[in-house]
């Protein structure tokens, strides 16, 4: 429960609030019939949820000792960190495709196909809990739901494609990644520096 608060929620709660306003800005500008307007706009929409949701999740699977200490106590620490920082990746998998590449569906006006990535996505994630969480429990259902949210995510993307080409701005987002890769380089070595402040 604190493993999902902390990761599943905070990231979802932070994909929701760009959905809210970057969606209403791009079906506006969809509703004038320009396409170039829109793909300027979707790629912005693209570049602002990544920039975003790229640092809070490498952040909340950095700080997951840290978290895990402040919320649990000892003995469930190495168990909650580990499920904080598989949680934070399976969030953003799953919002990234829900908060964006789902919108390929709404402006093709084809929800149906929608419904069938959704399917897709649900029997992967089955398959992989049955595979997973009898080996590694809770932390096999986390992983499941990263399996099935990339399955989800490229399934979607592909299907979206005969509909509207969603852009995804290389350059910008490498940007985003190199600077999320420096920000994990840098936390890396803090990742047990709570430990000490806490003896204390």
Same mark, same amino acid.
């Given at each position: 429960?604190? @493993?999902?608060?902390?990761?599943?929620?905070?990231?979802? &709660?932070?994909?929701?609030?760009?959905?809210? +306003?970057?969606?209403?800005?791009?079906?506006?500008?969809?509703? &004038? #019939?320009?396409?170039?307007?829109?793909?300027?706009?979707?790629?912005?929409?693209? =570049? $602002?949820? $990544?920039?975003?949701?790229?640092? +809070?999740?490498?952040?909340?699977?950095?700080?997951?000792?840290?978290? !895990?200490?402040?919320?649990?106590?000892?003995?469930? %620490?190495?168990?909650?960190?580990?499920?904080?920082?598989?949680?934070? %990746?399976? !969030?953003?998998?799953? #919002?990234?495709?829900?908060?964006? =590449?789902?919108?390929?569906?709404?402006?093709?006006?084809?929800?149906?196909?929608?419904?069938?990535?959704?399917? &897709?996505?649900? =029997?992967?994630?089955? !398959?992989?809990? *049955?595979?997973?969480?009898?080996?590694?429990? !809770? *932390?096999?259902?986390?992983? @499941?739901?990263?399996?099935?949210?990339?399955?989800? *995510? %490229?399934?979607?993307?592909?299907?979206?494609?005969?509909?509207?080409? $969603?852009?995804?701005?290389?350059?910008?987002?490498?940007?985003?990644?190199? @600077?999320?890769?420096?920000?994990? $380089?840098?936390?890396?070595?803090?990742?047990?520096?709570?430990?000490?402040?806490?003896?204390?």
């Amino acid at each position: 429960t604190v @493993a999902y608060a902390l990761a599943q929620t905070s990231i979802s &709660t932070i994909g929701a609030g760009i959905d809210s +306003a970057i969606y209403s800005r791009a079906v506006k500008i969809a509703d &004038t #019939n320009d396409r170039a307007a829109l793909d300027a706009q979707l790629s912005r929409s693209c =570049v $602002l949820l $990544l920039a975003i949701m790229v640092p +809070a999740t490498v952040g909340i699977a950095m700080l997951a000792p840290a978290l !895990a200490r402040l919320c649990v106590s000892p003995d469930y %620490v190495e168990p909650v960190s580990g499920l904080i920082a598989w949680m934070a %990746v399976a !969030a953003f998998v799953l #919002n990234f495709r829900a908060n964006y =590449v789902d919108h390929g569906f709404h402006f093709g006006n084809t929800t149906a196909r929608l419904t069938i990535v959704i399917a &897709t996505m649900t =029997v992967a994630n089955l !398959a992989a809990d *049955l595979v997973l969480i009898p080996r590694y429990g !809770a *932390l096999g259902a986390a992983q @499941a739901s990263i399996i099935a949210g990339i399955i989800g *995510l %490229v399934h979607a993307t592909v299907a979206a494609r005969s509909l509207v080409v $969603l852009p995804f701005p290389k350059a910008e987002i490498a940007k985003v990644l190199f @600077a999320a890769l420096a920000m994990a $380089l840098f936390l890396w070595p803090f990742r047990e520096a709570t430990s000490l402040v806490m003896e204390r």
